[in-house]
């Protein structure tokens, strides 16, 4: 699963709904996370305000 995160607590995750790939958006305050919703395309993160040039990768550092 790949996860981006965006300014103010925004998480944005590709995962499978059912047997669909979708992008997850939640957003994470004070310790919880809230679920905003899903888009089915990159163009519809835009509905949920969110700007691609704010994302960037959460990635593990493992291999270090």
Request: with cysteine; glycine share 10%; net charge negative.
């Amino acid at each position: 699963m790949t996860c981006w995160r965006g300014p103010d607590g925004i998480v944005v995750e590709a995962i499978l709904l059912g047997d669909r790939p979708v992008l997850r958006v939640s957003h994470y305050v004070n310790g919880r996370t809230y679920l905003r919703g899903y888009c089915v395309t990159v163009a519809e993160l835009g509905d949920h305000g969110i700007d691609l040039a704010e994302l960037v990768e959460d990635t593990r550092l493992d291999h270090l």
